[in-house]
C-alpha cells in the first residue's frame, strides 16, 4: 500500500521565521512529487519535483527531493501571517496521486 | 476558463437520501479525480477517469457511483447516504498528456453533511 507520511502535524510561528516541512513516501511507481497550499478551500498547487537534488523555487517558498531517501522537504523563509495554511504533500504513480495528512503551519503576527 | 467547478456548494441529506454531485472542467484535460477529505486528513481517492467512458475504483469507492459520458463532466452519485459520509468532496482534473502530468487542479469542494 502506497504510504506518505508528513511531519510535523502542525507548527506555529512568528513572522520573520523560517519553516522547514518534511514528506516522506512509499510508493510503487513514482513519477513525482507534489506540493499543495490548503486554506480552507480547494488545495492550490506549488511545485512538482521530479528529479533529485534539484531545488524548486518560488519567492519564499522552496522545495527538494531526495530519490533515494525518499522524501522530500519544503522551506518556507521569512514566513508572513497568509503562509498560514495546510501544507498538503503528495506522490504520483502511474494514475494517482497518494496524499499525506498534511502539515498545518500557523504564523503570528 | 473557469478550471474545475462543482456543484452544490454546500448540502445537508438525510440517512438514506441520494444525491449527485456534479463537477465539470472546461481545459479539456483527459483525467478527472474525486476526493473526499475528512478533518484533519488528507484526501482519499475515491474514483478516478481516464477519459470519456473509462472509469475506475479508487482507496475509498463503496457507497459512490461515478460516469463520464462526456470529457468535461464527472459527476459522483451517492447511493443509499450514510452519516460516515460526512466530508468534504473535492473534484480535480489533470492533463496526463502534456509535460506537467502529474499536476492536478482542484475544484472548489462540496461539505456534505449526512444526519
Known amino acids: 500500500e502506497d504510504k506518505v507520511v508528513q511531519s510535523p502535524l502542525s507548527l506555529v510561528v512568528h513572522e520573520g521565521d523560517t519553516v522547514t516541512l518534511n514528506c516522506s513516501y512509499e510508493v510503487t511507481n513514482f513519477r513525482s512529487l507534489l506540493w499543495y497550499k490548503q486554506e480552507k478551500k480547494a488545495p492550490t498547487f506549488l511545485f512538482m519535483l521530479t528529479s533529485s537534488g534539484i531545488e524548486k523555487k518560488s519567492g519564499r517558498l522552496s522545495s527538494i527531493l531526495d530519490k533515494k531517501e525518499l522524501f522530500s522537504i519544503l522551506n518556507i523563509t521569512a514566513t508572513q501571517t497568509g503562509d498560514s495554511a495546510v501544507y498538503l504533500c503528495?506522490?504520483?504513480?502511474?494514475?494517482?496521486?497518494?496524499f499525506g495528512a498534511g502539515t498545518t503551519v500557523t504564523v503570528r503576527a | 476558463n473557469a478550471g474545475v467547478t462543482q456543484t452544490p456548494k454546500f448540502r445537508i441529506l438525510k440517512i438514506g437520501q441520494s444525491m449527485t454531485l456534479q463537477c465539470t472542467q472546461d481545459m479539456n484535460h483527459n483525467y478527472m479525480y474525486w476526493y473526499r477529505q475528512d478533518p484533519g486528513m488528507g484526501l482519499k481517492l475515491i474514483y478516478y477517469s481516464v477519459g470519456a467512458g473509462i472509469t475506475d475504483k479508487g482507496e475509498v469507492p463503496n457507497g459512490y457511483n461515478v460516469s463520464r459520458s462526456t470529457t468535461e463532466d464527472f459527476p459522483l452519485r451517492l447511493e443509499l447516504a450514510a452519516p460516515s459520509q460526512t466530508s468534504v468532496y473535492f473534484c480535480a482534473s489533470s492533463d496526463r498528456t502534456g509535460t506537467s502530468t502529474d499536476t492536478q487542479y482542484f475544484g472548489p469542494g462540496t461539505r456534505l453533511t449526512v444526519l
Open positions: 503528495a506522490v504520483a504513480n502511474d494514475y494517482k496521486l497518494s
